[in-house]
């Protein structure tokens, strides 16, 4: 299994102001994926991001308010811009195993706005 | 359009009993994935097991065991002789497997919060 790390773990923002998530794996990965847990909800996928390639947003999450960087096979960053209390989530990245589709995710970076 | 229902939302067992956590899935995929996380009261996402849609054979795991039905669309994961330890949100998620360089988007159940009392 890949391990995962995320920065910041948690952090306490205000309103307006924008938070940028790292995510480092330890091995080369294919493709990289950014989730949002909210409070006492399940996990919902944010975009993918392939490296070398614009990053892929799901329905309800756009460009302007979640950019994402994948500048090489091990890394990948989230920002999340202009924050509301609305964001307040846990944010988690999670890597894919080449071939093998299993998936394991990093720590979490727990956000809070207010 | 893929979908994954845990219907229950909270169960409480007292140790050392068993307790099993339903999972039921929708997919009009031919090919696919089943998957269990186990979140702990840290928040961390914990991996316990991937099932693909070929392999109906049931597994085991120490205490922990899962039953995978495709005539019902069913995963359900059976903890034998729970321990306080195992208290934790169980998630049931769903992969498509069509892209083939690796693994896919995950479609998450709602979850099932499980509180094992000493």
């Known amino acids: 299994s890949a391990v995962i790390s995320q920065k910041p773990s948690r952090d306490i923002c205000q309103r307006g102001t924008s938070l940028t998530i790292q995510c480092q794996v330890d091995?080369?990965?294919?493709?990289m994926f950014w989730y949002r847990q909210q409070p006492g909800q399940s996990l919902t996928l944010i975009a993918t991001?392939?490296?070398?390639?614009?990053?892929?947003?799901e329905s309800g999450f756009v460009i302007d308010k979640f950019p994402i960087s994948r500048p090489n096979l091990t890394f990948s960053t989230l920002t999340v811009s202009n924050m509301s209390p609305e964001d307040s989530s846990i944010y988690l990245c999670?890597?894919?195993?080449?071939?093998?589709?299993?998936?394991?995710f990093g720590p979490g970076t727990r956000l809070t706005v207010t | 359009a893929q979908k994954v229902t845990q219907a229950q939302t909270e169960i409480s067992v007292v140790e050392k009993e068993d307790v099993t956590l339903d999972c039921v899935y929708e997919?009009?995929?031919?090919?696919?994935?089943l998957f269990w996380y186990k979140q702990p009261p840290s928040g961390e996402l914990v991996f316990l097991i991937r099932r693909n849609s070929f392999d109906e054979q049931n597994e085991i795991s120490g205490r922990y065991s899962w039953n995978f039905q495709k005539s019902t669309s069913s995963f359900n994961f059976t903890i034998t002789a729970s321990q306080v330890v195992d208290s934790a949100v169980y998630f049931c998620?769903?992969?498509?497997?069509?892209?083939?360089?690796?693994?896919?988007?995950?479609?998450f159940g709602t979850g099932t919060r499980l509180t094992v009392i000493p």
């Open positions: 999670s890597v894919g195993s080449g071939g093998t589709y299993e998936q394991y």
């Open positions: 997919t009009r995929d031919t090919t696919y994935y």
């Open positions: 991001a392939n490296q070398g390639s614009e990053a892929t947003y």
């Open positions: 091995s080369q990965v294919t493709m």
């Open positions: 998620a769903l992969s498509d497997a069509t892209d083939q360089t690796g693994a896919n988007n995950l479609f």
